[in-house]
């Protein structure tokens, strides 16, 4: 196979489109998160408890499709590379299905939604799984410039806090204009819209990146050996750790967010103006990353201050409400999505390099496997975190539609604000133990390189 420069300086326009790849999943992933719960619920009308069972489920399905899409994505080889056909060719499948699971039938029995929550919900995942694995996996495999991926990945955060910040400001305001005689319909149409965004998001990072970075050939390794390694590698653990906190912080509070701004706050509209205030923020702090980076010298340090302040302000908010307070809580959810946006660039620019150090410290390298179990540990904290969401609104008495009872009032505002900012501080307190700083990381590299003279991968 051709030589190829590893340590490659990455074009503009590749790292553009590596970020709208990132556009395109929260245009899926992100719509998902923060209405397909209360769409089920209200819209759908699916009972709290049917969808509470439905995330804890999906997640033993994806222990199960997870590591295998990760494992062939690292088996793929094709001329357009291992990671980017998937792009190509699962994209629009899954945008297919994205529109399927938001199609309500409140008509149909009970058993009948039951059915069809769980079938379009589970093909769904698989869908996203053969997207965003070998997506993730993609920025390692473009270069090992350990400033050119915290660059790659600060360009993926950035425009994933402008497609955020578009969705949650555009999303209730376009479900009413196009569902203004039936909200079904508005979901059903958005879906589409954002389906389409999904796959022309794809389409173009796959178009403009380019896969650098030789990888060895795969003999069959079992999973046992792969799992062994993986345990071996220090930094990758606790980056999981961190993923499977990030997962249960963000998607529990996401699904919380719209009931929070209906029933407690008591207007929905207001997740609008919410989410106007803190696109800016967003942008800003993804964008700092770097210059954090630059002074601390490691990712695992610079995620855990982000972490940390996310978590502080998060907990200050618990104390405002827009109708008394509306400045000092609007505030507060700017200064809260600032922190936030760096941590989420920080923490995905870590997975690349732990990939480097696993095969420096075992002699095994598996990307799209690692990559498989940092999104099942993220998969398996937003599973909890929704699943606990629906469980306790459910016991409690929600009621899809009414006036809620105090009861549930008190989950739904815990559950935006102390909840998820005492979890951020203990994920600040897990990052800190993370060592692997630029210099060691570097030095790592070099050691592979010397290997690689020694014994040629190909």
């Not at 969705?167 to 389409?196: E, F, R």
């Not at 345990?231 to 919380?256: E, K, S, W």
């Not at 995620?303 to 109708?323: D, E």
Request: hydrophobic share 45%; glycine share 8%.
């Amino acid at each position: 196979m051709e030589s190829k420069n590893e340590n490659v300086k990455v074009p503009l326009i590749s790292k553009i489109a590596y970020g709208f790849g990132d556009v395109g999943c929260n245009f899926s992933w992100m719509f998902v998160s923060n209405f397909l719960m209360i769409f089920y619920t209200d819209v759908f009308g699916i009972s709290m408890a049917a969808v509470s069972a439905l995330m804890l489920f999906s997640r033993f399905w994806d222990a199960i499709n997870d590591p295998i899409v990760g494992g062939l994505t690292d088996k793929t080889k094709t001329k357009w590379g291992r990671y980017r056909p998937w792009l190509l060719i699962a994209a629009p499948i899954t945008a297919v299905l994205l529109i399927m699971t938001f199609w309500a039938h409140p008509d149909w029995s009970d058993r009948s939604k039951v059915i069809y929550m769980v079938i379009t919900y589970c093909l769904l995942v698989l869908g996203y799984t053969c997207v965003n694995i070998p997506y993730g996996t993609l920025c390692g495999a473009m270069t090992q410039d350990i400033d050119e991926r915290a660059k790659i990945n600060t360009s993926r955060s950035v425009s994933a806090m402008v497609a955020i910040g578009i969705i949650n400001i555009i999303t209730v305001p376009l479900i009413g204009k196009l569902g203004s005689q039936s909200a079904k319909t508005g979901y059903l149409l958005v879906a589409i819209i954002y389906g389409c965004i999904f796959a022309a998001c794809h389409f173009f990072c796959f178009a403009k990146t380019k896969e650098q970075v030789i990888m060895p050939e795969k003999d069959k390794i079992s999973i046992k050996v792969q799992l062994r390694a993986v345990m071996q590698n220090r930094p990758y653990i606790l980056a999981l750790i961190g993923q499977v906190l990030f997962g249960f912080t963000l998607y529990g509070r996401n699904a919380d967010v719209l009931y929070y701004f209906t029933y407690v706050e008591g207007n929905a509209s207001y997740y609008t103006t919410y989410s106007m205030c803190i696109i800016i923020p967003s942008i800003i702090g993804a964008a700092c990353f770097q210059p954090v980076f630059r002074k601390l010298n490691n990712k695992g340090r610079t995620a855990s201050i982000f972490a940390l302040f996310t978590g502080i302000s998060m907990l200050c908010m618990f104390f405002f409400n827009v109708k008394e307070t509306s400045a000092a809580f609007y505030t507060l959810a700017g200064i809260t999505q600032f922190f936030f946006s760096g941590f989420n660039t920080a923490i995905y620019a870590i997975i690349p390099d732990c990939v480097e150090y696993g095969e420096w410290k075992t002699g095994l390298r598996n990307d799209g496997f690692q990559y498989a179990f940092v999104s099942l540990g993220n998969k398996i904290g937003m599973a909890i975190g929704t699943a606990l969401l629906a469980a306790l609104l459910g016991k409690y008495g929600y009621v899809a539609n009414q006036v809620q009872n105090p009861a549930v009032l008190s989950i739904m505002r815990h559950s935006f604000t102390t909840i998820p900012g005492v979890l951020w501080i203990v994920t600040a307190i897990v990052l800190f133990f993370y060592r692997l700083n630029k210099k060691r990381y570097n030095e790592i590299v070099e050691d592979l390189k010397k290997q690689d003279k020694i014994n040629p991968r190909y």
